[in-house]
């Protein structure tokens, strides 16, 4: 039986407009030589060394805004704890309504602070076969023109993308109908297409994670996919298999896939996957997590591009185990996670 993998995560509860409104205040008040705190952020959030960590850290995220909370409210600890999230980078999911705008706010904050943004396109046709994180586009064409958007609004600025969590997955483990499948691969492989036109831009195709199923299962769909025009593959996003059952998995698949490189969301697979509960809601706020390798490109793995916090911790995987719906900031989860990570 596959897993479900993780959470969705692009269901965020600030509406596009509040968060286009984010993402041009960010381009805006960013330090400038990405070193020093950001004057605006009340959590003081600076970058991480460029040279082991080039992705840009948001200086007015979710983490950030709640560890000024904390220390406004006098909750020095709890806001030491959040800032274990704070201060690291984590994925951008660009919404739906917006796309040019937000990428662009995104992708110039990060220029500006000499970084490379993370973004993540979690948009495709069916999405989440009606599960926590269900929607998506309405059809093929209003896809094309969103990720038109998305490619607009980065233009030549360092970027990574992290493509569709879950949209090879689906049409592999049976969850998404069979009609759509052949529009699914033609949709990514435009996608790919398209973002790799431009000048410094990396796309990585999201592959499931350690604990679905077998890399024999998935390696021909993602090359019905693009995978050889992509720069590689992502494993483990919004789940908990850990770092060494992620990478054994990546290599496998890679072996299939042209011995493309891959990266790894690490952000909450610190203590490995839930065993308990249901078998079936195991990735949805599962207890007794943590926080995992910070993100990095030293991996000391030729294999592994880097790890990267694709899923943003304290976000709610869905209505599940007292959660709020998918995306949602859950400030309690998130000092769970940070608890439960040795320094």
């Known amino acids: 039986m596959y897993l479900k993998r993780g959470a969705w995560r692009g269901a965020r509860a600030r509406t596009s407009a509040m968060v286009l409104g984010a993402a041009?205040?960010?381009a805006g008040c960013s330090s400038g030589d990405g070193e020093e705190p950001d004057d605006n952020a009340g959590a003081g959030i600076s970058q991480q060394p460029k040279e082991t960590d080039p992705f840009w850290v948001n200086p007015d995220g979710n983490a950030a805004e709640q560890v000024a909370a904390y220390e406004k409210a006098d909750k020095k600890e709890d806001?030491?704890?959040i800032r274990k999230i704070?201060?690291?980078p984590t994925g951008e999911w660009i919404g739906p309504e917006n796309p040019e705008q937000e990428a662009r706010?995104?992708?110039e904050a990060a220029?500006?602070?000499g970084r490379t943004a993370?973004?993540?396109l979690y948009n495709i046709p069916h999405r989440d076969c009606g599960q926590y994180s269900q929607g998506g586009a309405a059809d093929g064409n209003a896809y094309r023109a969103w990720?038109?958007?998305v490619a607009k609004g980065i233009e030549d600025r360092s970027t990574t993308v992290i493509l569709e969590p879950d949209a090879v997955l689906h049409l592999v483990d049976g969850c998404t109908p069979g009609e759509f499948h052949e529009e699914r691969y033609d949709l990514l492989k435009g996608a790919i297409t398209k973002l790799k036109s431009l000048k410094n831009t990396k796309v990585y195709l999201d592959a499931g994670n350690a604990g679905w199923g077998h890399p024999d299962q998935i390696f021909e769909p993602l090359k019905w996919a693009g995978i050889d025009q992509a720069d590689g593959f992502a494993v483990n996003v919004s789940n908990f298999y850990t770092t060494k059952d992620s990478i054994a998995y990546g290599k496998q698949l890679s072996t299939k896939v042209g011995d493309k490189p891959f990266v790894i969301d690490t952000s909450r697979n610190g203590n490995g996957p839930y065993t308990g509960g249901d078998p079936d809601e195991r990735w949805c706020n599962p207890p007794g997590r943590a926080l995992g390798e910070t993100p990095t490109t030293k991996t000391s793995d030729p294999l592994v591009d880097a790890y990267v916090w694709v899923k943003r911790p304290g976000e709610s995987d869905g209505e599940c185990k007292g959660g709020p719906k998918a995306g949602e900031w859950w400030p309690e989860y998130a000092l769970k996670l940070a608890e439960a990570t040795t320094p």
């Open 105 to 107: 706010g995104y992708t």
């Open 86 to 88: 704070a201060q690291q």
């Open 147 to 149: 990720i038109d958007g």
């Open 24 to 26: 041009l205040l960010i």
């Open 79 to 81: 806001a030491e704890k």
């Open 118 to 120: 993370l973004l993540v």
């Open 111 to 113: 220029d500006k602070a």
